[in-house]
């Protein structure tokens, strides 16, 4: 193998760049060149292609978001677009690709290495809902991003005897709220695996209330059913009987953009250094995940067929703690 290919796709998240820099200097300590493809797979299919040198990559480590730019692309799953995006690959003599992404991202990359070539996936997005990864690059900044707006929160919902009907990102995957909630203290916790109580959720706002607490928390998934304004909507005619003042939040994509902590750094670069390693010794079709602490790799095929689930313990942790 002389020359390799990375690529960054969907929602970006913190850590990117440290990934991308260990893809080019882990590449060049191999004696490959490196290409980055820019702008995700609609950038492979229209050729924006770039070579990557060490110093290329020089102070990148602690920027959020992805220099290679990302992308949305559904015309991947044309079979004729993938088949011209090959060919581009081979026209540049692009002999491995490295795909940085999260559960669409790597949907995609299965389909490029059932073509016959030689893929490898880094798991990253903030969701954590990619399987046969225990945590991808970007969860913990995103996490940490959302906890310092609930403590943010709950210090004006305290001087105002207020409840906070906070909504953090995961798509259809709760763990994010879960965590976040947990850590912060919520009453309530609300994620798409769970069903809806919604007299529980008031139970849990006027039991709070009738315990003299000064404020009250919600954390809601975005995936969740209600969210955040559905749930502000239920309450709408009987706020009076909460006790609290409800408002809603939500916080949305301001979780994506944060500087990279130190945890996702490291795992952006142990999980990419795996993954180059993994080309280099002709392990390909595979996604690199930390399982048991360990940087491993797993077959696409078996990560596509695997739900990854929250843990429903911590769910009733968190209630039994929010007296």
Known sequence: ??????LTSGGDAPGMNAAIRTVVRMG?????????????YAGLL????????????????????????????????????????????????????IVIGGNGSQTGAWALSQMDFPVVGVASTIDNDLACSEITIGVDTALNIALESID???????SHKRAFVVEV????????????GLAGGAEAILVPEADVDLDHVAADLQGAWSRGKQHALVVVAEGAKPNAAGLLKHFEGSRGQLGFDLRATTLGHVQRGGVPGAFDRLLATRLSAGAVERLRDGTNGCLVGLLGGEVQSTPFEVVMQTTKTIDFNLLKLARVLAV
């Open 1 to 6: 193998m002389k020359r390799i290919a990375v």
């Open 28 to 40: 060049i300590s191999e004696g490959w060149e490196v290409f980055g493809i820019h702008n995700g």
């Open 46 to 97: 229209d050729e924006k292609l770039s070579p990557l040198g060490a110093r290329d990559v020089g102070g990148i480590l602690h920027r959020g978001g992805t220099v290679l730019g990302s992308a949305r692309f559904p015309k991947w799953k044309e079979p004729a677009v993938r088949e011209q995006a090959l060919a581009n690959l081979r026209a540049h003599q692009i002999e491995g690709l």
């Open 152 to 158: 943010r929160l709950r210090t004006t919902a305290s």
């Open 169 to 180: 990102m995961g798509r259809n995957c709760g763990y994010l709220a879960l965590m976040a």
